[in-house]
């Protein structure tokens, strides 16, 4: 439980009477006994609009602007005073705290770690997709008294994001998955987005660890100002991955995470795992036990065709890797439902056009393309054999029209172009 006189005091605004709250919330459907609500402005609708309600039902404290009585914390911006009690359940903390971040990845790697933390320890880890300025400080004030190592996912796509989240965060242990050029619309070079993933490194606590992509002068410089202890993962680092082996241990990767991208997730996680006492032959045990999440990687059958569920996010380099991780792991034919990759800025032609680059090089029987920039590279690509689509229902009746049992279906897109409701399609009703 925690002391709301004491986070008054945190926040410097005036305290109410005691009141001790065990979780905190910015759902007002989810406040109640020993909650604090956060009364959020949002684009559709204001959690001031709530707080009567809220207080009204009992047993619930609420962090608000003014113009409400009861048990108030009067604030002039909810969603500042959200991240400063993120940074106060912080230092509350006193095991390690580990941040995770990277172009792509980072949730599957972030999962991995977890897991292998959790033959030793009692981990806690972020859930979901709340990895942003909303969902980290949501996390700290939300872990459980008994954890024993935190493990928090950190996304960004704009510069200073990741200083934000550090600030509040505070990790004695960074780890980077990689850079590429996922969000590249808003930095506008890879150099640029180095820098950005290297704010996690400036915020990592002094004496702490830091486990990165083996040959980013950036971010090693960086660590190297910053006093910490590095760890190199990748081609060239301390731990690689070769031949479907983690090195230097000489450990067998059996995953249900399929590709090699995964397994080089795998390599990273067992990496930082190790430096905070794990025993790598534990953690390759535990991280072969997971399965992938919806959207992730996740593989179902639908009427005797295989769907490989990526469509949660995709940028050129995680794209590369699921067509190749698709050839290479499943049968023949295989067709690829490709939608639109957002935020690369100028580089979006010249992206789309290295996935159906990827695409002739590789094999891929056939694609089917969703979206206004796929549409624009296929003019350049008269060697694959594609389909062309305005949405994912467009896009559903293309396979059903066309996709014949016993072919593999990859499913990648960014998520707002929607191809997840395509694969739940499939999941409900078959082809």
Excluded at 226 to 246: M, P, Q, S, V, Y
Excluded at 271 to 283: C, K, M, T
Excluded at 307 to 313: G, L, Q
């Amino acid at each position: 439980m925690r002391s709301l006189i004491s986070l008054s005091a945190r926040l410097g605004c005036p305290a109410p009477e005691e009141y001790m709250f065990s979780h905190a919330v910015i759902d007002s459907r989810n406040a109640g006994p020993s909650s604090l609500f956060f009364a959020l402005p949002g684009i559709n609708t204001d959690g001031h609009s709530f707080v009567a309600d809220v207080l009204g039902a009992g047993g619930a404290a609420v962090v608000s602007r003014d113009g409400f009585t009861g048990s108030i914390l009067e604030v002039d911006s909810v969603e500042e005073a959200l991240m400063e009690a993120g940074a106060w359940a912080r230092d509350c903390i006193k095991y390690p705290v580990v941040g995770v971040t990277g172009s792509s990845g980072k949730t599957t790697t972030r999962i991995m770690l977890n897991a292998a933390l959790s033959t030793k320890y009692k981990s806690w880890q972020t859930k979901g997709n709340l990895n942003n300025h909303l969902g980290l400080p949501l996390t700290l004030l939300n872990t459980p008294s008994s954890v024993e190592i935190l493990v928090l996912e950190m996304g960004m796509n704009h510069a200073g994001e990741l200083s934000r989240l550090g600030w509040a965060a505070r990790p004695n242990l960074s780890l980077i998955t990689n850079i590429g050029t996922a969000h590249i619309e808003n930095f506008g070079t890879r150099e640029k987005i180095i820098e950005a993933k290297a704010e996690l490194l400036h915020c990592t606590e002094k004496g702490g660890i830091a486990v990165i992509p083996a040959g980013e002068e950036i971010l090693l410089r960086e660590a190297e100002l910053r006093g910490l202890e590095i760890i190199t993962h990748g081609t060239g680092g301390d731990f690689w991955l070769e031949n479907g082996r983690a090195m230097p241990w000489g450990i067998d990767l059996v995953l249900e995470h399929a590709g090699e991208h995964n397994m080089q997730n795998a390599v990273a996680a067992m990496a930082a795992a190790q430096r905070l006492g794990i025993d790598p032959v534990d953690s390759a045990a535990a991280i072969s036990l997971l399965n992938p999440v919806k959207g992730r990687g996740s593989v179902f059958m639908s009427q005797g065709i295989t769907v490989i569920d990526e469509s949660y996010n995709a940028n050129p380099q995680s794209t590369v890797a699921c067509l190749k991780s698709a050839i290479q792991m499943h049968e023949k034919p295989v067709i690829a439902v490709l939608g639109d990759m957002l935020e690369l800025g100028d580089h979006s032609l010249s992206g789309h056009k290295e996935v159906l680059q990827a695409v002739e090089d590789l094999g891929i029987d056939r694609v089917i393309l969703v979206g206004r920039m796929y549409r624009e590279a296929s003019k350049h690509h008269s060697g694959i054999e594609k389909s062309l689509a305005v949405d994912w229902e467009e896009a559903l009746s293309l396979v059903r029209e066309s996709v014949e049992p016993g072919s593999s279906l990859l499913v990648k897109g960014s998520n707002s172009i929607r191809l997840g409701l395509l694969v739940r399609e499939l999941e409900k009703e078959g082809i």
